[in-house]
């Protein structure tokens, strides 16, 4: 979470999204470095800070060259003046390149903090860089190991520092090591969520997923042009249809010799955790993971928040979706209810980036939506969200629609389960304090406590009345199996042993912390792992 003002979002957000693009015909030397800010903005929902890309040309001085800054994609390459976009291209030309988005859940918004960080060295395989998309659960103790055993200097203190120094550790000795022993290496001391790009001076580019999978990685080939990316929907957008998904603990590298495309398991998988969180909200409406579609994930949502529904539909009722990613939630909600949903609310998508700039946050958040009473007024309003973490902005909301909207009657219902618990693994709520519903939930609890409490939810949001989704109708909105899915913010199931430890420490010590994260001061005095 961005600190910095009274105000935080009410949305979780996710940290990063990553993409690396090889050029696999050897007799070939065209640049793959145009394929970058178009895939990151189809990534821009994954984070808005800052974005950057690293570029590898074997015939040039530099053959690492990386460009970063804060700001959008947009900003960052200066798309909007082409031959400015242009020749930030050309200048960073390349067989191969990787790029990364970043939405900080820790570091500053400052440009040494944007992504991919770059690593020099003399030795051609130990000049890298590297990208990073998740959360090290046990961060103060790989920290504290690698500054006081090791003899490591930390400048930046954030978790991509952390891997780069590790990485940088694989890779000691005189000789190249083979890259998927490095890659094993990480595995014995890492706990949490990590999918890595990597791309060194030798030319061989590594994207790597973690052995529980939180985050989702996929592949593809076209017409001699590699391509991985955090979401398919940026891979369809280069015309590739074949996209496979990297599996929990495999990495898919190429490598500049024989521009080979190579999948190779470098840990063996430690179930399959993938966060549910990416089906509900940060993924791309059309991305694909693990074979099931976000949107359809989406609309069954809606249909299954409406199975639950309580209250008596008349022709005063109308849904009104808050944009953007609810929109499928509301739409199905209001099919299987058979009521209209109408745009009551509209969102100003100019208004820039309201939870990430500090000032007058609470002005900003509030200019980015517009009420419509011509569509609310004098109606029972259904304001469905797709989550509900913090309640600032939708307590907000619902005042707003009563009282700007002129509706009636104000319902709000939320496409995913109460949030419980804190998340240790790349999405910015780290922390308990933070979080709306433990102050009447915690683990363990049945339907009926959430049927007790859900008035008096309802009321601190000034709402007439409040329902969620059920956390056992997760699964089958997904269409994975419940053991397949971290759900460890609406469960308090943790799938890591740090996880666990971070949340009990949390829960005695934590509970009225709102900001920063919890895993920052926990587990310090950890013995570190054996030979490390």
């Keep these: 979470m961005i600190s910095g003002g009274t105000l935080t979002a009410d949305k979780a957000k996710d940290e990063c999204g990553i993409v690396g693009v090889y050029n696999l015909e050897p007799t070939s030397d065209r640049s793959v470095t145009p394929f970058i800010p178009s895939a990151l903005l189809d990534l821009q929902h994954r984070g808005q800070l800052a974005a950057g890309m690293t570029c590898f040309d074997p015939g040039r001085p530099h053959l690492l060259l990386t460009h970063k800054d804060t700001g959008s994609v947009r900003e960052v390459f200066r798309l909007a003046h082409v031959a400015k976009a242009k020749a930030i291209v050309e200048e960073h030309s390349g067989v191969a390149a990787i790029g990364h988005v970043r939405y ?19 030795r051609t395989f130990k000049w890298f860089s590297l990208g990073f998309n998740g959360n090290l659960a046990n961060y103060s103790q790989l920290r504290d190991h690698l500054t006081k055993v090791r003899g490591y200097h930390m400048v930046h203190d954030v978790d991509t520092e952390i891997l780069l ?60 042009l590699f391509a991985v990316a955090s979401e398919s929907v940026a891979l369809r957008n280069m015309g590739i249809e074949e996209i496979t998904d990297v599996e929990p603990g495999q990495m898919v590298r190429v490598d500049y010799e024989t521009r080979t495309v190579h999948l190779e398991r470098y840990a063996e998988p430690c179930g399959h955790h993938h966060c549910f969180f990416e089906w509900v909200y940060f993924a791309h409406g059309s991305s694909v993971m693990e074979g099931r579609t976000v949107y359809d994930a ?31 939630i509301g739409d199905a909600f209001a099919f299987s209810l058979r009521i209209p949903s109408l745009e009551g609310i509209v ?82 709520m780290s922390t308990l304090g933070e979080l709306f519903a433990p102050a009447w939930l915690t683990k363990g609890y049945t339907q009926q406590d959430l049927d007790r409490v859900s008035r008096e939810m309802a009321t601190q949001l000034e709402a007439d009345s409040l329902r969620y989704l059920l ?41 009225h912390r709102t900001v920063g994260r919890a895993y920052d001061g926990v587990l310090a005095d950890v013995p570190p792992m054996a030979g490390h």
Excluded at 193 to 203: K, Q, R, T, V
Excluded at 388 to 405: A, M
Excluded at 474 to 498: E, F, R
Aim: contains cysteine; glycine residues 8%; hydrophobic residues 35%.
């Design 104 to 122: 900080a859940t820790s570091g500053r918004d400052q440009i040494e903090y944007a992504q991919p960080f770059e690593r020099h060295h003399s």
């Design 165 to 224: 120094h590790h990485v940088a550790h694989a890779l000691r000795g005189e000789s190249k090591p083979v890259l998927v022993d490095a890659f094993r290496e990480l595995t014995q001391s890492l706990d949490g969520a990590y999918n890595i790009i990597f791309l060194n001076a030798d030319g061989d580019l590594v994207a790597a997923r973690d052995p529980m999978g939180f985050r989702p990685l996929c592949f593809g080939v076209r017409d001699g």
């Design 298 to 328: 989406r609309w069954r949502l809606g249909e299954h928040l409406a199975q639950s529904e309580v209250e008596q539909m008349d022709e005063n009722c109308v849904v009104v979706a808050v944009p953007d990613t609810a929109k499928p």
């Design 347 to 428: 969102r100003n998508r100019y208004v820039g980036r309201t939870f990430i700039e500090g000032g007058e946050r609470a002005q900003k958040v509030r200019s980015k939506y517009t009420l419509l009473p011509s569509v609310t007024g004098g109606k029972r309003v259904f304001l469905v969200e797709d989550s509900l973490v913090r309640s600032t902005t939708l307590r907000d909301l619902v005042k707003r629609t009563r009282d700007e909207g002129q509706a009636s009657e104000v319902h709000v219902r939320i496409g995913a389960p109460p949030v419980i618990a804190p998340c240790f693994y790349g999405i910015d």
């Design 471 to 511: 956390v056992k109708d997760v699964a089958p909105c997904i269409g994975l199996p419940h053991k397949d899915l971290c759900t460890a913010c609406v469960s308090a199931d943790y799938p890591s042993t740090a996880g666990e430890s971070i949340y009990q420490a949390e829960r005695t010590n934590g509970r």
